[in-house]
């Protein structure tokens, strides 16, 4: 285990009697990938080489999935026939909508998780690739099928998160339209209209920061489940599990509540005081374990932001808020120290909240654009798959004499 320790890591090593454990895998490589690349130190992202800015400033989601999935920008016909296909799969099983049904009070990432793996269940597709797994390895003749299922996997998560709105507040269901892209078609699902442009452009904008990040719990635990050659299905409903955390997907959500329930900017230095105390609050939407500054998908999502409150206000003086905690931030030594910045989930929900979107909702929107993250890695893995099986070192007793109940 000696090995380990010339690794480059900063962070927390734990030495054991049988090596030593870097803790929560900080900087530990698992494979290559040439998906998505991080920068840490400088705060840049790329897509299959592609700098983020690039990205969302000249492109849009159907076109950045496709990238993801495929490993290059498509020609013109094939990102038409790529969106036929996508508008084509958006509809989703009777058994589905019955689960949604069941669950319509329950929070939507349990709803979503739930709706995955039934769809899952009744998607021929998914259990022809399954089937072909009982060979123990992913035959390359599937190649294609798998392909097939991530696309429709990208374009039934939108469906199944309107579809549930709409249930929870007994609202009729709105089908899938599909001469709407894929940003303006789940709000026209979710609110009952053809939203206006900056709306579809807004949530457009967020599916295209969040497709992938390389390797964050969610994408970690998407291939672990993958590597044991589970169907695809349940390799998304694992991952929107690991999504829901406040920690990682569920921060988004938190930040605009804290936002909410602050009130006011004038409360942010003492908001952000409390969150420098040992065992404080976390600020929500602050710090990353590889972003050493500010993450560039938040400077990008910001000026969103200024522009969307600019055109239609911002009555809850979310977006002054999380400026002026914005600003505490990156003033205080604590921070600073620690090189804590925002990330993407300090500014999103300002933006999703005033449209109209319930707060509940935001990390399903996050898991409805990370869905085609999740399964590009688990098709890169595939390539070269091998289980996951890491050790833990025992440090408790052997051989113990077993006491019959009558002499304890
Ligand atoms: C996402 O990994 C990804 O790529 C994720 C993501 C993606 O696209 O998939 O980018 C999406 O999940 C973004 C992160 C969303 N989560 C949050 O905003 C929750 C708040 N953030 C923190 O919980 C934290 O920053 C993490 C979880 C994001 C990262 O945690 P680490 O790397 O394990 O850091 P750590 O807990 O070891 O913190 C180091 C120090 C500690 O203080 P000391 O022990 O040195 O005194 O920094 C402090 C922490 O207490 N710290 C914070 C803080 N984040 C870290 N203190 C106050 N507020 C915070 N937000």
């Not at 992913?138 to 429709?152: G, M, S």
């Not at 400077?299 to 600003?327: M, N, S, W």
Request: proline letters at 5%; charged letters at 20%; one cysteine or more.
């Amino acid at each position: 285990m000696d090995h380990l320790v010339q690794i480059k890591t900063s962070g927390k090593v734990l030495q054991t009697p049988c090596g030593y454990i870097i803790h929560g895998l900080e900087d530990v490589l698992i494979k290559v990938t040439s998906i998505s690349d991080i920068d840490g130190e400088r705060g840049l992202l790329w897509y299959r080489g592609y700098r983020i800015e690039d990205l969302a400033r000249f492109s849009n989601y159907e076109e950045v999935s496709y990238l993801i999935l495929h490993g290059r920008l498509p020609t013109r016909d094939e990102l038409e026939m790529y969106k036929h296909r996508l508008a084509s799969f958006r509809t989703l099983h009777p058994a589905t909508v019955e689960v949604l049904k069941n669950l319509a009070a329950a929070h939507p990432m349990f709803a979503l998780q739930a709706a995955i793996a039934v769809e899952g269940a009744h998607d021929v597709d998914n259990l022809r690739l399954m089937e072909s797994f009982k060979v123990g390895r992913y035959v390359e003749a599937e190649r294609e099928l798998a392909f097939k299922i991530a696309e429709k996997l990208v374009a039934k998560l939108p469906t199944i998160v309107a579809y549930h709105y709409r249930l929870s507040r007994g609202l009729s269901l709105v089908e899938p339209k599909p001469d709407l892209s894929h940003a303006a078609n789940f709000l026209y699902m979710f609110f009952g209209s053809v939203p206006q442009p900056l709306a579809a452009r807004g949530v457009d904008l967020y599916l295209t920061l969040h497709a992938d990040h390389e390797i964050p719990a969610s994408t970690f635990t998407a291939h672990v489940v993958a590597s044991t050659l589970s169907d695809m299905y349940s390799t998304v409903a694992a991952a929107v599990a690991a999504l829901k955390g406040s920690l990682h997907g569920g921060a988004n959500e938190m930040a605009v509540r804290n936002y909410l329930e602050m009130g006011s900017p004038s409360r942010a230095r003492e908001v952000v005081e409390a969150a420098t105390k040992p065992g404080g609050p976390k600020l929500m939407g602050v710090g990353h374990r590889v972003y050493k500054a500010y993450d560039p998908r938040a400077l990008i999502f910001k000026e969103f932001a200024r522009e969307y409150v600019a055109k239609f206000g911002d009555p809850k003086h979310l977006y002054a808020i999380a400026e002026a905690i914005e600003q505490e931030v990156l003033s205080h030594p604590y921070f600073q120290q620690r090189k804590l910045y925002p990330n993407v989930d300090f500014w999103s929900g300002i933006v999703f909240y005033y449209m109209g979107i319930p707060y509940e909702y935001f990390t399903s929107i996050f898991a409805m654009s990370r869905v085609v993250g999740w399964l590009a890695h688990v098709l890169e893995y595939w390539e070269n798959n091998r289980i996951f099986r890491p050790r833990g070192c025992y440090i408790g007793p052997h051989d113990l004499r077993y006491v019959p109940l009558d002499q304890r």
